[in-house]
Each structure stands twice: as C-alpha cells, then as structure tokens.
C-alpha cells in the first residue's frame, strides 16, 4: 500500500482526466481500502462509505485547495483523504501519530475547515465565500452536509443568512435518511423521507427556494455520470445553491448496508476475546430503564445518539417517554427544561463533548430556574481515536461554574446507579458524568440509594499522603496506592463522587490530618476538580498543604489509543505513585524493590 504504484491518486487534479467509468474502478479500490483500514483501525465506516462518488465527483468537478471543501459532518471525509494526497498515509488513519479520523486544517490544504462536531459547513463555507468574494478571489466554498447534519439548529442559521448575502456558496445534502440511527422529525419528510412518495422533491424544491437557494436535484449519488452533469450546473450557478444527492449509508459493504447504524463506527481489531464487564453507557442504560419503571415522571432526551448514549432499551420499553430530537442539542436541553417546568423528571443524554454546543441552555433555560433536569454526561474524559474533537475534558471546569448545579462522577457501576438515582430525586438540577469503555470491574448488583449531597468517601486508609481522585480516576488511583505500598509509602485513597457541591468540611479534616494531597482528574486541569480542592483549601486558609493537581494540561490532546494518551498526561498509576513520592520527599524510582519510609521522608 506504500508503494508508488498501489497510489492511483495523490491529487485531485489526477481525476480530471478520468472518464465515468475509470472513476468507478477508483471509487471501488477506494471502498476496499475505507473497509479494510476500518477493520484494523477501527473509524467511522458507514458514512464515508456512503460518499465515496460523490467526492469524485466533487473533486473532478471543482479545484481543491483553490475551491474549499466543508466536510460536514467530517467522518464522511475519508475517500477524501485518500484523493487528497494522503493515500500512502491512510493505513495509520487514527493512530498516535497518524491521519486524523476527520478533517483538520493543519493535515493537509485540502482541509478547508476543522470539522469534527457537526452542522458547522453552512456557516463555516459561507464565511469561507463571504471572504472570497471580499479579496476578490473566485474561488468557491462547498459545504458536504451529510448524516443528518440538517437537523441542526446551527445549519438553518446559515442557510437563513446564506439565502440573503451575495455568495457562491454550494451547499451539498449528502441525504442518506440516517445520521447515526434513521433520521427523525419534519425535515427527513421533506427531504424524502418514509411515507412522503414523490412529493419530496417538489418539497425539498420549494423549502431551498424559498430561502433564496438554486436547487438542483435530486441525483442519485451513486451514478457517476449523473453526479458529474449535477455538479458542472452547480459550478456554473451565479449564487447560492443546494445540490440534494440521494446516497446510501454503507453503500458497497452489504454488512453495512444491511445495518448502517450498528456499522457507522467499528472498533478496530482486538485479539483478547476474554470475558469483560460491561460498558459505563450500558450500565447507564439499564439504571434508567430501572429508575422509569420506579418513576412515571421518568422520560429520556437524546440528540440523535440512542445508541450511542445506551437508551435503546428505554426507547423500547418506554416509546412514550423517549425524546430523539435529531442533532440539536441546544434544542435537546431547552426541551427538557420545557419538560421538568411541566412536572416530568427529564434525562438529557449527550457526549461530554456535545453538551459544550448546549453550555448556555444549560445555564440559562435549566440552572437559572433551578429544573429538575439530569444531565446523563457520557464519554467523559480522553476517549481515544476520535481525537481532540470528541476528548470530554471540559466539562468539569464548564458545569462546576453554574449555580445550582450538582455534579457528580462515579467510580463504578453501582455508583452510577446511586448518582442516577441521587439526580433523580433532587430538587434541581444535575449532572452524571463517565468515561467511554467499560466497567473497572464486574458490578455488585444491589438496589440503588440515594447519597448524601455532596459527601465524598475514604477508599482506603493511609497516613502519609492523601490522593483525592474522582470519577474513572478512583481505580487508578487505588493501583498507585499499592505501589506505594511496595515503597512503604500509605496513601489514603478518596472519592470524591461530587465535584459540586465539594465536601468542604471533610476534605479540611482530611488535610489538616494529611497535609500532601495529590487530585486526580480526567479532565482539564484549568477550573477543574484540582482547582476546586485548592479553592477550598485557600479558603480554609491551609496554607500548610502541599498539593499537586494532576489532570489534563492546557492543550488540546490529539488522538491516538486512550491509555497511551492518559500515560502522556500523566494519569497513569505510576505517574500519580510518583506525584506522592515527590511529596513525601522520597526520590522516584523503579517500583520493583520495596525501600521503607525513612521518618525525615515524612516530616
């Protein structure tokens, strides 16, 4: 695949002399490559998939970098990548080190926008054409909208604006009827939808119009010669214009046609086949369908993430009370609010790193009012592949700022269920918040309690240190402290559980006892649980405790596999074993020959 000669493309400008049927041959070796680099790597498959003729013709038709491509939302970009010069490079897509899994405008000229969350193209390419126009440059901005990136409140405040400002912006909707399930709500009738017949196109026609668009279509996005007459008439448009392109998810790997949400984004291959605990999202799942049938008021929000955010079973079971709005996360957590003003008890389920795009919801129609809404945070902390456009590190630091707002982090999967059930039954609101991947063990079945606000617990005892960690961090937290062991060090181990409200009193105690103190948190060190220890302890005035936070660093960490990348932050067991050490003023070392504690070491 290195070789010179496996390489058909290594610029776009290479497509311009292929005829439909050498561009057919090429979109079939690409399809082999997205699903056997897919299988080792792991990625999003279904998608780019998908798009594979359409960005053919895309790039045969238009001149990338001149003309700027919008990849919206970016996991569709992959046979884009490859056309783009960076074939010889795409083995290693995802890995530390390697092509990143969406576009980044620092990979390649290609990538005209950083595009990772999505609904940001129509903005983003109408700025991008706005500017043109503005440095007299000719050249066009193109917005790919796919996976029911239109559902997004975002992508209709662009199209408002790009229907009334002179541009040439072409917005392609790369329209599969899916975003990772099925497409929901008004537009997917519009736009083709089930039950809407032949009436869509007529729909879909006079919706773009009438916003100021040329529309064109739609074209099946499977047939080349079709694609390229489609794209040459948009190319030649003065103005803005929409390109409505009917695709199939999956197209060309029957196992994902078949099933296009289940193979939208695979794992990579992993040859331990062992048993193992569940998932944390599977945990969360089966807490919340347990909670709802305790609790009638119980209902579930989602913004296009059923399964990704574990409530396929709560759907199923409970079809009255299971709320996907599509990719609106904004409108996800305003509804919810709309929900608790009405007496239901609403949970909002979203991707740490999604919620950010709803912060102001959050605070304004939630918080400010005091709601009852729990806020269901998943993929907490570096997730890995995905990279810096999906790593939850931020929302520690974001929701402990908001007044009102409880905020907790579980160590296990029992914990989850108390903190679920602890949200549930508070008077306002809360936020749950766990990592992606699975259980730290196989969890203790017990019925679920409600926990003291705020009330952290000692783990394990020791008198010579005193590690505060919370959330995923906990476990780790416990393998440094037998470690220390090994060195004659004790560290006590504390879960926190809440970041907010923090126990005050409780951690204080604990410090005056055990003056060296080292955090742990998965998340950013800026504003973060660290932060709110030190806080409180310069409040306390304990100008005595020496205290090192341990956490993710002021930069946006890049993807790769997710221990490694929490090895490089320092949140491994040997990292936090060797934070203690350097408190107790005992030099670090290999932990392989136990040394007693000298008693200076621990004056």
Known sequence: MKSPHDIPVSHPRDLKAMGPEALEDLAGRIRQVIIRTARKNGGHLSGSLGAVELTLALHRTFDSPTDRFVWDVGHQAYAHKLVTGRWDRFDGIRQAGGLSGFPRQ????????????????VSAGLGLAVGHALMNHSARAIAVVGDGALTAGMAWEGLNQAGWVPNNL???VNDNGMSISGNVGGLSRILGGPGNGNGAAKKAKNLFESLGFTYLGPVD?????????????????DGPVVVHVKTVKGRGFAEAEAD????????????NSAPKPPSWTEAFGNALVAAAERDPRVVAVTAAMPSGTGLKKFAKRFPDRFFDVGIAEQHAVTFAAGLASAGMRPVVALYSSFLQRAFDQVVHDVCLDNLPVVFAVDRAGLVGEDGPTHHGVLD?????SVPNLAVMAPSDGNELADMLTTALSADGPSAVRWPRGRLPEWPVQREPRVLPRGRLRVTAPGEHALILAVGSMVTVAREAREMLLEKGVE?????ARFVKPLDAEALVRLCVRTPRVVTVEENALAGGFGSAVAECLADAGLSQVRLTRLGIEDRFVEHGEAKGLRQGQGLSPEAI???????VRIRPGAF???EPLLAAGIA
């Open 106 to 121: 620092g990979e390649s000229p290609h990538d005209a926008f950083s595009t990772g969350h999505s609904s940001t193209s």
């Open 221 to 237: 996005g499977h047939n080349i010669p079709d694609l390229l007459d489609v794209m040459g008439r948009a190319r030649a448009c």
């Open 396 to 400: 520690l630091s974001l929701l402990r």
């Open 260 to 271: 296009p949400e289940a193979f939208h984004g695979i794992a990579g291959k992993n040859g």
């Open 577 to 583: 074993a060797g934070a203690v050490l350097s408190l």
């Open 491 to 495: 560290a006590a181990v504390v879960d």
């Open 592 to 594: 392989a020959r136990p």
């Open 170 to 172: 072409v917005v392609v």
